[in-house]
């Protein structure tokens, strides 16, 4: 036992007890060494020897030469958000700067709302509050902690029970994602009584990674073991005592064991000590009391008014008495149950007047009230009676936490400033405040209940007009973000009503372009539109509300006249320049961007928001803006940037949390596999696409589709026609369903194969708005033209594909595609150049990283060839052969030069290579150069055609069985394999075709009447 003076200060020399812990804390150290991080979870009440225990994980740490860092939070916590964790990230960056880390330069704006001086309230920090969370700072601090220790770091986090909701989320995130991290978090907290940090406790029980330590009480044996330890010898009744008193806590057995008197409380041991200060000593530690646990030694003479010996002499006595530990940062009272014993044991007017002397004193010493010091001036004013005063500073407070994002406490302090507020003036503006808190927060309900007992208690009086306006505003705008439309349709009623009696135009403009939102979530167009037209060209408008407005005026066009969108977005993106407004600049470049992509598959303007996105530090735009290029580069037949772009959205995605971004990313991936004729990872890739949004009702016919597109490009054309109509019929019945090219193509497919039902599925794709993509207007313009070769009607079928010359800039080998699909027929019925496009290697063929796509290419074509069914006779009606005058001398292909092929094909089946060299002399060496699609090639060239259509043509596999309709929740059903068919279930192959109820040649059962592209966000 060491004692200093009367009182001695106890500390058990040895840790008693808790082997049980201390192994586990061994084996999560060792674990974390080895790369597999976690967090250790240490609970149980005051005293009890939590903070023990992390000590000694802190002892066995340096043993490992492993660091340690430590954040605490505090009682005032609720109104200072993320406490520990900014502690834990000073202590880190003390004395070294910020890694200077390009792939820590994105995260690092979400640790600024961590760490004080940062660029909280800067339009950036307000974005990234809406849109990405704690999940983005808990990414954010864990990449940093990473970075700053690689080999391993010990955190703790000491009385969670004092941390704000914000900082326990965040809190969660950490522990949650320190596992494959070489980081160990240790968390301390009190579990009584119930906090946000003790539910998460409860809630993490069973979670991989997490270790739970409750501490249970000393054993009898154990306090005597305790108090063995600590005491030098002794009296054998003061033991009996201690270990009587203590009740196992081992905090009691050390304050009593330094108790001279006899406390049975705490509190009763502090009084007991406090008696002993002299009046002077004693009012500095009340006021060193009233200012919180952790005080400003420094501030002490003014704010308890006493001499600064009087300060330092008060302090040694505190420290002696242990009532208060002094590390190197400064002073604190050993325990919280310390300073509210203090604060106890001294009458009401005496803290008041101990709280206003150290208000004053705070005043002094920070006029500007910076960082922690407004919520320790808010807890004085409080104190010192002065509730106007308190509210004005917790207004402010939680004014600032909504503009870092700690919704929570900033919920919290708002509420208790609006209380402190009563009767005051300034009440409602804590009210909008807090109405707009509870509105990001999401909390609708509240949001209504607290703006409607605001509007209430305003009454009619016309002093409050303002306020009536501002919080009916408020509530619309909550419920556009949560898509409640009557809530909004009232409040913007009401809103409109008020404002006929105002001036100030900006408030009508408000109200006016939530109408317009409202409007367009209707599908009223055109109402939208006109509302959001009159708010932009409203004098009065604010830049915000006027960016607002052309923003509406883009979506509403963007379905029919993609350059009027393109306008508007353009004047939101030089409105927002203009008045410097990042996040609009943001919104408008995003919303440019997915024209550009419908338009032209150019890149370049989603590519720089994703950059400024990057920049601000709005990750899950950047996620979203990841979807967008990856579709972009798919339509590109990029499949590789495609990949990575999706791969990127993803991996934000699961830091972020972002589920449906996460489950279209990988539905981008299973696009790009299909194109790539990869069928394993097609089939894996749709499974996974199916499990990670069950939910998305456009998933099961995209990925029956990409099954589909797989075969098709694999070479499997007969058994790729299944899942392909089954997918694009199921897209089909989707309204809005994604304008994937997939569904341009079928057409073109079941053209090209002859089946008679290509005119009614082309009719309805553009109905249903896939041709809003370019890309897919000219795939549909090449199945018109093979209906019109079929219909004989060559000269049409010439001139459509003549007019496509520029219809597929930026995305050729869309093109390539089309052409192998239509090259028979075109060669079949006298239109087109055939020869060129099946012989002459396509441009991205030969170029280096897109031979894959030339290699499905020709899967392709072997696939879409027309059936080979022996016999003479065209594939058009009537078996007509193309009519001599579409026949153009020494064009490629010439019929009369292929003639000869057509018409022996016995003969060119047994020596194709004469035959072929025969009909293309002077193509011969090119033709066979490039072996991989000689075959498909010489098969179309030397087999006799007809007509595949649904009557004459037998489906070559098995009719979908009941059983087998019944797995349609998998694209991959065994269905979709090819298989062998015998005559009997080939006489009823028709009902193979039937795919109904929503089959693309059926009216589908459900769909927009005039349907349109999707809007962006699909994508
Ligand atoms: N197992 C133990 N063996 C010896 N001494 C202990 C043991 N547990 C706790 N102590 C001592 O008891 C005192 C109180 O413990 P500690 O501060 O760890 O409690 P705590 O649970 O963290 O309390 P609080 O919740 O208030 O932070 C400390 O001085 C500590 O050294
Ligand atoms: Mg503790």
């Given amino acids: 036992m060491r004692q200093t003076g009367i009182v001695g200060v106890v500390r058990c020399p040895v840790l008693v007890g808790r082997r049980a812990e201390i192994q586990a804390l061994e084996s999560a150290l060792a674990g974390m060494l080895a790369g597999q991080g976690g967090c250790a979870v240490i609970t149980g009440e005051a005293g009890i020897g939590k903070s023990r225990l992390m000590r000694e994980l802190a002892r066995m740490a340096a043993g490992r030469q492993v660091p340690v860092v430590m954040g605490r939070a505090v009682p005032s916590s609720a109104s200072a958000p993320y406490r520990p964790v900014t502690e834990v990230l000073l202590r880190l960056l003390r004395g070294r700067p910020l890694p200077d880390d390009p792939s820590l330069a994105p995260w690092l704006r979400h640790l600024a709302v961590l760490l004080p001086g940062a660029a909280a309230g800067s339009p950036a920090a307000r974005l990234s509050q809406a849109v990405d969370s704690q999940v983005v700072r808990g990414e954010a601090v864990l990449r940093l902690l990473r970075r700053m220790a690689p080999d391993g770091l010990v955190v703790a986090l000491e009385d969670l029970h004092w941390a704000d909701p914000d900082t326990v989320s965040l809190v969660e995130y950490l522990a949650d994602n320190a596992v494959g991290q070489p980081v160990l978090f240790a968390c301390s907290l009190r579990t009584e009584p119930p906090s946000p940090a003790s539910d998460l406790a409860r809630r993490q029980r069973g979670r991989t990674g997490i270790v739970h330590l409750p501490l249970g009480r000393l054993s009898e044996r154990e306090v005597a073991e305790m108090i063995a330890a600590c005491s030098l010898g002794g009296d054998a009744d003061e033991h009996s005592r201690v270990r009587r008193v203590s009740e196992g806590v081992p905090l009691f057995v050390e304050e009593l064991l330094a108790s001279s008197g006899i406390p049975e409380t705490i509190s009763d041991t502090v009084r007991e000590r406090l008696a002993e200060f002299p009046d002077d000593e004693r009012a500095v530690l009340e006021t060193a009391a009233v200012m919180g646990r952790h005080f400003d030694w420094e501030i002490l003479p003014a704010a308890s008014g006493q001499a600064p010996e009087v300060v330092s002499r008060a302090l040694a006595w505190a420290v002696d008495r242990v009532l208060v530990t002094a590390d190197g940062a400064g002073f604190q009272f050993r325990h919280a149950l310390t300073r509210e014993a203090v604060l106890m044991s001294a009458l009401p007017p005496r803290l008041r007047r101990a709280a206003a002397t150290a208000l004053a004193a705070v005043d002094a010493a920070h006029p500007d009230l910076e960082g922690r010091w407004r919520d320790v001036a808010a807890d004085l004013a409080a104190r010192s009676g002065d509730r106007a005063r308190a509210g004005r500073l917790l207004r402010d407070s939680g004014r600032y936490s909504l503009e870092i994002g700690a919704l929570a406490p900033a919920v919290e302090t708002l509420r208790r400033a609006a209380d402190l507020l009563e009767g005051s003036p300034e009440r409602a503006g804590a009210e909008l405040i807090l109405i707009e808190a509870l509105a990001l927060a999401g909390r609708v309900d509240e949001t209504a209940a607290a703006g409607t007992r605001l509007i209430a208690r305003l009454g009619d009086d016309p002093a409050s007009i303002q306020a009536r306006i501002e919080a009916h505003l408020r509530l619309a705008q909550a419920a556009v973000s949560a898509s409640r439309w009557p809530m909004a349709c009232h409040h913007i009623d009401m809103a409109v009503r008020l404002t006929a009696a105002q001036t100030d135009p900006n408030l009508s403009a408000r109200a006016a372009v939530l109408s317009a939102e409202v409007a367009l979530a209707g599908d009223d167009l055109d109402g939208a539109r006109h509302t959001a037209e009159r708010v932009a060209a409203m004098d009065g408008a604010g830049p915000d509300v006027r960016c607002h407005a052309l923003e509406i005026i883009g979506r509403s066009r963007r379905l029919h006249d993609l350059p009027a969108a393109a306008a508007a977005f353009e004047a939101a993106l030089a409105t927002a320049e203009l008045a410097g407004l990042p996040v609009w600049r943001l919104r408008a470049l995003h919303e440019l961007g997915t024209v550009d992509m419908f338009e032209r598959l150019d890149v370049d303007r989603l590519l720089e928001a994703r950059r400024l996105g990057e920049q601000m530090g709005a990750l899950s735009t950047v996620a979203v803006l990841d979807l967008q290029l990856s579709a972009s580069f798919i339509g ?270 016995r003969e060119a089946r047994r020596e194709p290579a004469a035959q072929d060299r025969g009909a293309f002399p002077h193509r011969a060496g090119r033709l066979f150069r490039p072996p991989h699609y000689v075959g498909a090639v010489r098969r179309y060239l030397l087999s006799p055609m007809r007509p595949v259509g649904r009557a004459a043509h037998p489906h070559p596999r098995a009719p979908e069985t009941s059983r087998d309709r019944g797995k349609g929740d998998s694209c991959w059903s065994p269905r979709t394999r090819p298989r062998r068919t015998t005559s009997a279930t080939s006489s009823t192959a028709r009902s193979a075709w039937s795919i109904s109820p929503g089959s693309p040649w059926a009216a589908p059962t459900s769909g927009p009447a005039g349907g349109g592209p999707p809007t962006s966000n699909r994508w």
């Fill in 636 to 905: 590109r037949w990029d499949l590789e940037r495609c990949d990575a772009h999706a791969g990127s959205a993803l991996e934000l995605a699961g830091q972020l949390r972002l589920d449906q971004v996460a489950a279209k990313a990988v539905s981008m991936m299973t696009g790009s596999a299909s194109m790539r004729a990869d069928v394993q990872a097609t089939e894996q890739l749709a499974a996974r696409t199916l499990a990670a949004d069950p939910a998305d009702p456009v998933f099961p016919g995209y990925c029956r589709a990409c099954v589909g597109m797989v075969l098709l490009m694999a070479g499997e054309g007969a058994a790729a026609l299944l899942p392909f109509a089954e997918g694009t019929a199921a897209m089909s019945r989707i309204p809005n369903a994604e304008p994937i090219s997939i569904r341009a193509l079928w057409p073109l497919i079941q053209a090209a194969r002859g089946d008679r039902r290509a005119a009614a599925t082309l009719e309805e794709v553009r109905r249903l708005g896939v041709d809003a993509f370019y890309v897919n207007r000219g795939l549909m313009a090449f199945g018109q033209a093979v209906l019109e070769g079929r219909a004989g009607r060559p000269g049409r079928a010439d001139a459509i594909v003549a007019g496509l010359a520029t219809a597929f800039a930026n995305c050729e080998t869309w093109a390539d595609l089309a052409r192998f699909i239509a090259a028979p027929r075109a060669l079949a019925d006298g239109w087109g150049e055939p020869v060129r496009w099946l012989t002459a290697a396509p441009g991205p063929v030969h170029q280096p990283g897109t031979r894959p796509a030339g290699r499905a290419l020709r899967g392709a074509a072997q696939g879409c060839l027309p059936q080979p069914v022996g016999g003479r006779g065209g594939d058009r009606p009537g078996g007509r052969r193309a009519p001599p005058g579409h026949q153009r001398p020494g064009q490629q292909g010439d019929r009369s030069r292929l003639a000869p092929v057509a018409e022996d094909s």
